[in-house]
T-cell receptor, first 113, second 113 residues
Framework: DGGITQSPKYLFRKEGQNVTLSCEQN?????MYWYRQDPGQGLRLIYY???????QKGDIAEGYSVSREKKESFPLTVTSAQKNPTAFYLC????????????FGDGTRLSIL | EDKVVQSPLSLVVHEGDTVTLNCSYE??????LLWYKQEKKAPTFLFML????IEKKSGRLSSILDKKELFSILNITATQTGDSAVYLC?????????????FGQGTRLTINP
């Protein structure tokens, strides 16, 4: 079955530590996205990528970094510069062409120790 | 700044009731309006609306868009406990060739038996 796999489901970060969230898709989608969701708020865009080796900052990119070395994979690193990283992180993908909806993974919940 | 506002933020009804969820938007770049259902993890796609006045329907759920008044509604008839979820509305626009979603805060719907 095609889908988006995010891992781990839960992640704990110590102060000053970088952590990387994994996102893999087998939908053959060109475009991939990372969102952050805080309680009582909608999703906010962190980074997005339309093709391999290319990505752009979203609305809240500070303290985060990404890479897109393979079409299937779009990992997100939460750096120590992100002072309030506790949130639910969602990865999505979509076709780059036509007007198609984005499909989401099951998310990673990140907490601070 | 693009803005999507949902109301109410929270709604509690009894099983069998009909509910209407609202979504208004102020955006500079409109391509379509999307509705998602989020239970505990991944938002799942419900509807994509691009044209005014054309109702989209799936079982007990339906949705319509008014591009003149800049709003959309999601109706759920004969509600069931399985309809309990957060319903997210998002505007889809194109920024530098990439699809960009701007989400509302979501409406938390609780169906009591």
């Amino acid at each position: 079955d095609g889908g988006i796999t995010q891992s781990p489901k839960y992640l704990f970060r110590k102060e000053g530590q970088n952590v990387t969230l994994s996102c893999e898709q087998n939908l053959n989608h060109d475009a991939m996205y990372w969102y952050r969701q805080d309680p009582g708020q909608g999703l906010r865009l962190i980074y997005y990528s339309q093709i391999v080796n290319d990505f752009q900052k979203g609305d809240i990119a500070e303290g985060y970094s990404v890479s897109r070395e393979k079409k299937e994979s779009f990992p997100l690193t939460v750096t120590s510069a992100q002072k309030n990283p506790t949130a639910f992180y969602l990865c999505a993908s979509s076709s780059r062409f036509g007007n198609q909806p984005q499909h989401f993974g099951d998310g990673t919940r990140l907490s601070i120790l | 700044e693009d803005k999507v506002v949902q109301s109410p933020l929270s709604l509690v009804v009894h099983e069998g009731d009909t509910v209407t969820l609202n979504c208004s938007y102020e955006v500079t770049n409109f391509r379509s309006l999307l509705w998602y259902k989020q239970e505990k993890k991944a938002p799942t796609f419900l509807f994509m609306l691009t044209s005014s006045g054309i109702e989209k329907k799936s079982g007990r759920l339906s949705s319509i868009l008014d591009k003149k008044e800049l709003f959309s509604i999601l109706n759920i008839t004969a509600t069931q406990t399985g309809d309990s979820a957060v319903y997210l509305c998002a505007n889809s626009g194109i920024i530098q060739g990439a699809q960009k979603l701007v989400f509302g805060q979501g409406t938390r719907l609780t169906i009591n038996p």
